[in-house]
Every structure is written in C-alpha cells, then in structure tokens.
C-alpha cells in the first residue's frame, strides 16, 4: 500500500520551508523549467516530473530531509547522475527527489589497505583517477563511468566490461553508511569484509533505492595489474564468435572481459566515433582483454589468439599500450551513445543467458525482431552472457513505444526460458518489474517484499519499483511459472 | 546423536526431499518447537546456543547434483551434497569450487553457505558470498522460495544470496543453490617467507602493494608454523597457481624481497605443498577448546598475529589471510578473548568466539556485534521467523 498521500491533499509550502531549513533555499530545486531535468533517467521513455529537488551535501542533511518526507508521508526517490537505464531513479507523482550531485567528496584513500570512502555524487571514473598514481584502479566500470555516480552504481549492482574476472559492484564494496527511510543513520558491513551479524552490505548493494540510501561508501580497490593487452577479433559470423568465446572460457582462461558487437553496432560504432579500427565488413568482433604478470598475459595472448584462428577469425589485432588499449575500447563503450546518434530513438535490454545458449538467443532475437519489424542491434558482455539488445526505433510514432515494449518483454522472456534473468546489471527499476513474475512466484516475491518492509515499511523510499503490484502491472503481477516443465529463473 | 550446542540430545530428522523439509518446518511452526538447523553437524557448535530447540533437523538427504553446466561454470546442487563429494564431480570437468572451509570432508554445502565457511582462497576467488549466485530455501513458514538464479550476474530482486550466506540457518533453510565455479590451476608453489615480524610485517606490506598475482597470502602464528613444520619462527606464505615459468619468476622476486628482509625463503611444491595447504585448512577449528574468526585490517594483520604469539606465549595457532584480513584463532580457553577482541576492534575488525565450552559461551559474548545495525538484523530475524522456529538464538 502507498502512504504518500494525493496531490490534492498535499501543501508543499510548510514541507519546503522544513527542507529548505536543512538544505538551505540554494539546495532546493522547485522551478518548474528546472525540474524538466529530472523528469527521467537514462530510460527516456518514461518521464514524472517530480515536485521538488533537493540537494543535500552530507549524511545529516539527508537523514533530517528523509525523516521530514517519513513524516509528512511523502515519497521520495534518490537520484545520483540519472545515467541508469531501467527507470531506477524515475519519480512518482507528488515526491521529492534527493539528488546526489553536490555530495562529491572522495573522504578518504587509504592505499595500504586498499579501501577507498566516497560520497554517493562520485562519479566512477574518478575513484580510479584517485588511486592510479599508486598504481590501483577500482574494477566495476560501467560503459557511463566517466559520468555515472558511484550512489547509482551501489543502487544498481553496475556491471561493466571488467566483472567477468573481478566481479560487479557488490564484489567490491565492504561498508555502507546508509540512512533508512526512517530516517536514521545506520552503518553496514565496515572496513573489512564479513562483520558479525548478516550481510546489509550485500543485501543493500542492488535494491535499487528502495531499502534507503548510501551516503558513504567504503569501496575496495585493486591493485593494477603488470601487463594488460587487449585483443581485437573480427568473425564472419556470430557463432563464430561466439563458439571463440566458449573455447577461451573452457581453455581454463578468465580474461578480464569478452565482449562482442554485431556487425551493425561496428558500423553504427564506426559512423559515429570514428575508431577506424573495427573492421566494417565482419560479422561480429570480439574484445578481450588479458590482464596478470608479463609472462602470463604472453602466454594467455598467444592462446586466445590460437582460439580465436581455431573458430576463424579473419583478422587478430593485439594491442599493449594503454592509449591503444583504450583506443580499442572507446567503441565498444560509446555504442549506446552510437546507436542515439543514428535511429531518433533506442530501447536497451540488459537479459543475462547461460554463456552456452549464446547462438541459439541471437539467432531468436533476430527471429523476434523480424517479427516486430525492428532492427536489433548487439552489443554485449559475451563472457558472462549478458545481452544488451539495442531496439532501434523513432518514439514520435505513434503506438512505436508500446511495440518496442512488446519485442523487449519477448526477449527477455526468451532469456528466462533458457534459463537466464531479465537484468544482468541495469536493473528492473521501473522498466521490467513486470516482467519479474515471469522468473519469480509470487512466494519468492512475497519473500522479497519482507525485506522491503522491515526497511521501508511505508513504501515511501522509491516506491513502485522492482516488485510487480496489480496496480503498476495488472494481472502480470501475480502470473508466474508460464513455461510449465521448465523450472524457472 | 548429542546436541553438542546445548548438551542435551535431541531427536534428529532427515528428510529425503525439499517437500518432506517443507512438511516438518511447517510443523515446526505451528507447534512452535525451535528447530536445530544442520547439515552434516560437522559446525553445530560453532556460534551462540539455540535455545528452547526440540529437534535437529537436517538437509545431509538432500544430495543431488541438480545441473553442472560445465562451458557456464556453474553448478547447481542439493544444499545437503557433501563439499567433498562436490569437488569430486567437478575435477572431472577440470573445475572447482574456490572455497576451502575447515571441514571439507564432512562440510556441506548449505552449512559452508550458512556459516560462510572459506579460508586462504579467499585471496583470488573471494568470500562464499562471492560465489553464490542463486538459492532455494524453506522459510520459517513452510513454503520453498527462491532468489537469484542459475548465471554468472543477475541483478533481478534483493540480493538474499547476500543475506543468506553466514546467516547461520536462521532465516530459512538452504534446498538447493547454484555456485560459480572456475577452472582448477593445473599448477602451483608455494613460497614461505619466515623470520622476524618485523621482516615479515614489510614483506607482506611489500607483496600486497606489488603486482604479483598469488591465490593465497596467509600470516601464521609461530605455534601454527612450528605446527606445520614451516619454523620455529611466524611465517608468510604465499602460494601461486599459474603458468609454470610465471609460478617460477613471481616465486624468485618474492624470495628477492625476503632475503631482502632479512628473512629465510623457501619454495614448496607437489605433495609437501598440498600437505601445508590442507594442514592450514583443516589445523585450526577443533583443535582446542576455543575456536574464533576473527577480522583486522590488512595493515594489522602481522601485528595481530605477534599479538597472539606474545599473549599465549607462541602456543596458540592462528592464520589470517593478509589481503581479506579475516582469520581463525585456536585458544586452549577464553582467558584472552577480550584482550585479542578489543585489539582486533581497534583495527576496524572484529572477533567471535565461534566454538567454546557452553559454560565460557554463556558469561562471554560470542559474536562481538559492533555498529548500530543490530535492531535492524534483528527486524529482519522477526520478519523471516516470527516464531523463532529456525536456530534461535543462534546469532541476532
């Protein structure tokens, strides 16, 4: 049940005098014309404009603004650089956003220990920029870091093109100040992994903001490894690539990542960023990057490579040096960007499949796509199985959005049905709750939902999103276990 | 079978199914009789005493191998398989589970889950939480549930993976989970680094700060390195599991700092290795009245360890994995349990006091709860369990 109360019934004056008496008048954002920019998040699709903004500098001031939304039973949604992309931070009618732009601050390196303490305004990328001069890096990096917060990535579970060998988010975080939708100030987990006591940390890390917020964040960051190479494979066909991936993998190798792009991504890719070094013409290509000591990444290159020819490759580029490296990277990582260049519109699935069903899915997607008349474009983590299929279309068409909707929702069932999940790392948000009863029951929900209870008992920290109500998806909510005989997840 | 929790014995059930499971618990609860949640029993000591607990009730039936997807590296299985029994089906394919929990040849799985049992490989493959992708549980009601799933990332709802690991069977009773596993290392060596702390307190500031690549970084006490007949003396070691010529050259440059130090090096390899490798596994829990995981910041880790060695007068055994810097201690009794505690607190860790005579657990805290998240776990225990059916009192 939603306590926030109807808009009728609300009187914003006494609220925001109350906010501004925390985050003072310059913290609070109530102009219309400026709220437009928080109508979304990178799911542009769905746009509420919220009621007001607020933009707090320090745990306090966000703990004082969640209690006066606790207590005025307003709902209000945590919001760090709007780059996610399942409708995460999408406010509701009638609540307040809390924003995490101005709580920038890097509190603390501590090298030895290899520990790292931020406010949730971070931006990813800078965490790394801090620690490089030591010779450290912070794993997870999200195809956004270079503007996604460190907040958002905490509430998502990011993923990136570096977590099949180091994992994603929650494999690097070990303590969490948090402020709960009480209001109180909580802190979870500490400097060390495995505290006494069940695992907030763990269960916090990917709830989306609807346990609370963090405000402080204690990250764990690796040291960088002695030789990196990235190798550059182009394949006249998908499965090629996608069987190449399947011998590195049971070769006993973990690269650092495996990616692949289709042959309209390199082109879209191409158009846009201007790489010059993805071949045009091949079917797909696949990026892996080998990372250890000098003698093992020689070795592991030299295997891969040998992989690669096996399931023919035509062409290997090898790629040492770190502007090179990352020459070879910037493509893959403007893709998204790319694909909002050349169609007016794109819709992003993030489905996760078992690695061994990669052929089979991509070869269904296309089916799916046909059927639909869209183009789907590919661009993915193939190394853990995590698709992003990219539905190209132009939302000023009448009826497109729905359509695309409907093909999106057919993939990820697809992706169910072998076995898989509907989010790998952007989430469900707002975007695929409806699609959750398709790999849980309604016991496994119902389960899902005591956890939000004991925490947000009122429902007013983002309220709506992850788990399906009769009243965000209708009869959908309650349906689950739709292919009889195959046991779902 | 005797209740070695609470020293009174109880009756024990083991079902052959996840319905059978299902069918008791619902018992359980409409009767309200406390239920003594067990595996194989192999750490039914370890934490606080159950209280008020009418039976055991045990998942060792439940022992299918449900799916290995060998090209996925994945494995889902019965909560009740043996570790043991698991790793032996997974060598087959060349692959293995990255844990190694003190009991390997009784453990089960859902107990190491529960108990989030692991040690040195902690270094490369990370903690049991780091492993689970997916779980199926009884709940305190009665009815199976599920989170997570069968591949290697899945954001799709909370995370209870994370909340069941090293929850002690209080939420809930594993049936079945699926684990990432990895290819097995077809080679490895160990170097071992002894001498004065002070040496090895910078050797391994050196190591952890260098871009060598081993999969184990232990610091061992000197009753614990005289007990694996490494020396007389606390001791590094550091095992590596690579390409043969980059085990060789990262075992060289190691040896190079060491004897830089001032400290003795060595190398073990094939049998010899494998031997100190399982000692260290297996050598601490049960081997004296006391038992404590314990955790301190990396940087603290040599110093804890001097710690022990000077206030048990090199008797004790103890291991902390440098980079993680969580560990187990082996005490003949509790005399030093504070002291060690308010050290290892001071270094932004903690200690428990896992196993213990029930006496010394009853007039000593044994989880050392630090922070102000209590109320809350304790929410969540009332939500999972309103009854107090599942382990209660076990920990929260």
New interface residues.
């Given amino acids: 049940m939603l306590l926030a109360e109807k808009a009728t019934a609300r009187d914003w004056k006494p609220i925001i005098a109350q906010l501004a008496a925390v985050v003072g008048s310059k913290g609070i954002i109530q102009r219309r014309e400026e709220l437009i920019t928080y109508e979304c998040d990178g799911l542009t699709s769905y746009r509420e404009r919220p009621d007001l903004v607020i933009l707090p500098k320090t745990t306090e001031q966000v703990a004082a603004a969640v209690k006066i939304c606790d207590e005025n039973n307003v709902a209000w949604i945590a919001r760090g650089a709007g780059t996610g992309l399942s409708g995460g931070a999408l406010p509701v009618e009638n609540c307040v956003l809390i924003v995490t732009s101005l709580m920038n601050q890097i509190l603390k390196v501590d090298?030895?220990?290899?520990a790292v303490v931020v406010q949730p305004g971070v931006v990813n990328n800078w965490v790394t920029q801090a620690v490089s001069g030591g010779?450290f890096y912070y794993a997870p990096d999200p195809s956004s870091q270079i503007i996604c917060s460190i907040g958002g990535n905490i509430a998502?579970?990011s993923?990136g093109v570096h977590?099949l060998k180091y994992?994603?988010t929650?494999?690097h975080v070990l303590g969490l100040k948090l402020v709960?939708p009480s209001g109180e100030?909580?802190?979870?987990g500490?400097?060390?992994?495995?505290?006494?006591?069940?695992?907030?940390?763990?269960?916090f890390?990917?709830?989306e903001g609807t346990l609370g917020m963090a405000t402080e964040i204690t990250l764990k960051i690796l040291?960088?490894?002695?030789s990196i190479c990235v190798l550059l494979a182009d394949f006249d066909s998908v499965e090629a690539a996608g069987s190449a991936v399947?011998g590195i993998?049971?070769a006993?190798?973990?690269p650092a990542g495996i990616e692949m792009m289709d042959k309209f991504s390199i082109n879209a890719v191409e158009d846009v960023v201007k790489t010059n070094c993805y071949p045009r013409d091949a079917a797909a290509i696949l990026l892996v990057e080998i990372d250890?000591?000098g003698?093992?990444v020689e070795?592991n290159q030299a295997k891969v490579a040998e992989i690669c020819r096996q399931n023919g490759a035509r062409d290997i580029t090898i790629a040492t040096e770190p502007e090179q490296r990352l020459r070879l990277w910037k493509g893959r990582k403007a893709a998204f960007a790319a694909m909002g260049k050349i169609s007016p519109d794109y819709y992003v699935q993030d489905g996760?499949?078992?690695?061994?069903q990669l052929s089979y899915v991509l070869q269904e997607i296309e089916k799916l796509g046909e059927k639909y008349g869209h183009f789907v474009a590919n661009v993915f983590?193939a190394g853990?199985?995590?698709l992003h299929p990219l539905i190209l279309y132009d939302n000023s068409k009448v009826g497109a959005l729905e359509k695309v909707e409907a093909l999106g929702g057919e993939i990820l069932k697809l992706c169910v049905k072998v076995?898989?999940?509907?989010?790998?790392?952007?989430?469900?948000g707002a975007d695929?709750r409806c699609y959750?009863s398709e790999?849980?029951?309604e016991?496994?929900?119902?389960?899902?939902q005591?956890?939000?209870?004991?925490?947000n008992p009122k429902e007013l920290a983002n309220p709506g999103k992850?788990?399906p109500t009769p009243r965000t998806c209708g009869e959908s909510a309650k349906s689950a276990h739709k292919f009889s005989g195959i046991e779902q997840? | 079978m005797g209740d070695s929790t609470n020293d009174i014995p109880l009756p024990i059930s083991v079902p052959i199914d996840t319905r059978e499971l299902a069918e008791l618990v619902t018992i359980a609860n409409r009767s309200k009789s406390p239920l003594i949640v067990a595996g194989n029993s192999s750490k039914l000591d370890w934490g606080g005493m159950v209280r008020d607990a009418r039976s055991i009730i045990s998942t060792q039936k439940l022992d299918r191998l449900i799916a290995h997807a060998v090209g996925d590296l994945t494995v889902t299985v019965e909560a009740g398989m043996k570790f043991a029994k698991l790793q032996e089906i997974l060598a087959t394919a060349g692959q293995f589970l990255p844990l190694d929990p003190a009991y390997p040849n009784t453990s089960t799985i859902g107990g190491i889950i529960a108990t989030a049992a692991t040690g040195s490989l902690r270094h490369r493959y990370g903690g049991v939480r780091d492993l689970l992708l997916g779980i199926s549980f009884v709940r305190a009601d009665g009815k199976i549930a599920k989170a997570g799933g069968r591949v290697v990332k899945n954001v799709a709802g909370y995370d209870m993976m994370k909340l069941f690991t090293g929850s002690y069977g209080t939420l809930g009773i594993l049936t079945e989970v699926t684990l990432r596993v990895y290819p097995l290392p077809a080679n490895s060596g160990t170097v071992i680094l002894t001498g004065a702390i002070e040496g090895l307190r910078n050797a391994a500031k050196i190591l952890l700060a260098s871009t060598l690549t081993p999969i184990a970084v232990d610091v061992l006490s000197t009753a614990f390195s005289q007990h694996l007949e490494i020396s007389n003396t606390p001791s590094l070691v550091v095992k590596f599991a690579t390409i043969p010529a980059s085990i060789a050259e990262q075992s060289e440059q190691l040896l190079a700092i060491g004897k830089g130090l001032g400290l003795k090096g060595g190398t073990w390899q094939g049998e010899q290795e494998q031997q100190l490798w399982s000692g260290i596994q297996t050598g601490i829990w049960g081997s004296t009245p006391v038992g404590c995981k314990l955790g301190v910041r990396s940087t603290a880790a040599v110093d804890t360890i001097e710690l022990l060695d000077r206030s048990t007068a090199n008797t004790a055994k103890g291991v902390i994995h440098l980079s993680s810097g969580i560990g187990a201690f082996a005490l003949p009794d509790a005399s030093q349990i504070q002291s060690l505690r308010s050290h290892c607190e001071a270094a932004g860790g903690f200690l428990s006091m896992l196993q213990a005579p029930v006496d010394i657990k009853g007039k000593i805290d044994v989880w050392g709860y630090r922070g102000n998240a209590v109320p809350l776990m304790r929410e969540i225990k009332q939500q999972f369990d309103p009854v107090g059916i599942l382990n209660p009192g076990k920990c929260l």
């Fill in positions: 090298l030895e220990n290899q010779g998502e579970n993923g977590c994992g994603v929650t494999n709960i100030i909580i802190d979870v500490g400097e060390i992994a495995e505290m006494p006591g069940y695992d907030l940390t763990g269960l890390v990917g709830s040291k960088t490894p002695e399947s993998i049971s006993g190798i973990i250890g000591s003698l093992e070795t996760v499949i078992p690695r061994t983590h853990d199985g995590n076995g898989g999940s509907i989010s790998g790392e952007h989430g469900i695929k959750m790999m849980f029951t016991t496994d929900l119902e389960t899902m005591w956890v939000r209870q004991v925490f992850i788990i997840y």
